[in-house]
């Protein structure tokens, strides 16, 4: 059964720094690649980065490009979010994924989330 | 970036009915798309990707179509269990943006 263990979730100020761990089990971890998406309280989903299997390849939404990092460690089937200069924007629910590999015409895609995790509440406030 | 806009953002429909939510992109993205569910205080759930492929495990009830920048989540035959509220999503190439959302509640 897959599962995925966010933490990591704090209360921090506006500029302050937190990483974000999600610890995976259940599948072959260096096989798929992974992806956090942010939910605002009382709004929508917002896809934050996402990370290839080899980690060779990261994807950031302009609106945390420069300030988070996403990183993973096979080793420890972890997945892993630097956030930097945090913003009141910032605050919210984030959630880890794993994404859905399925090939068609002889092309690979790994880009939808087919088992997320029960996230972890980040509040960025003074 | 392309920006993804569902229609409507929300609805009320009856047990049995037919319901569709339709998510519009603002320019062409193939059939690059994902529809997904998520149930009042849950995680999302994924329901349908390539536009039209079901995903394992999800109620034959739930289907997709579109193609380019047009595209519709039907629900044939609505069923309590289906209150939450759904989302379209766009992955072409980054960032693999989300519709805002639309609510489908029980009349």
């Known amino acids: 059964e897959v599962q995925l263990l966010e933490s990591g979730g704090d209360l921090v100020q506006p500029g302050g720094s937190l990483r974000l761990s999600c610890a995976a089990s259940?599948?072959?971890?260096?096989?798929?690649?992974m992806s956090w998406v942010r939910q605002a309280p009382g709004k929508g989903l917002e896809w934050v980065s996402a990370?290839?299997?080899?980690?060779?390849?990261?994807y950031y939404a302009d609106s945390v490009k420069g300030r988070f990092t996403i990183s993973r460690d096979d080793s420890k089937n972890t997945l892993y979010l630097q956030l930097n200069s945090l913003r009141a924007e910032d605050t919210a629910v984030y959630y880890c994924?794993?994404?859905?590999?399925?090939?068609?015409?002889?092309?690979?895609?790994?880009?939808?989330?087919?088992?997320w995790g029960q996230g972890t509440l980040v509040t960025v406030s003074s | 970036d392309i920006q993804m806009t569902q229609s409507p953002s929300s609805l009320s429909a009856s047990v049995g009915d037919r319901v569709t939510i339709t998510c519009r992109a603002s320019?062409?993205?193939?059939?690059?798309l994902a529809w997904y569910q998520q149930k009042p205080g849950k995680v999302p759930n994924l329901l349908i990707y390539a536009a039209s492929t079901l995903q394992s495990g999800v109620p034959s009830r739930f289907s997709g179509s579109g193609s380019g920048t047009d595209f519709t989540l039907t629900i044939s035959s609505l069923q309590p269990e289906d209150v939450a509220t759904y989302y379209c999503q766009k992955y072409n190439n980054d960032p693999w943006t989300f519709g805002q959302g639309t609510k489908v509640e029980i009349k």
């Open positions: 259940g599948f072959i971890f260096s096989s798929y690649a």
């Open positions: 320019q062409g993205i193939s059939d690059y």
């Open positions: 994924g794993k994404l859905l590999r399925y090939c068609r015409g002889g092309t690979c895609y790994s880009r939808v989330t087919d088992f």
């Open positions: 990370i290839s299997n080899t980690g060779e390849g990261t």
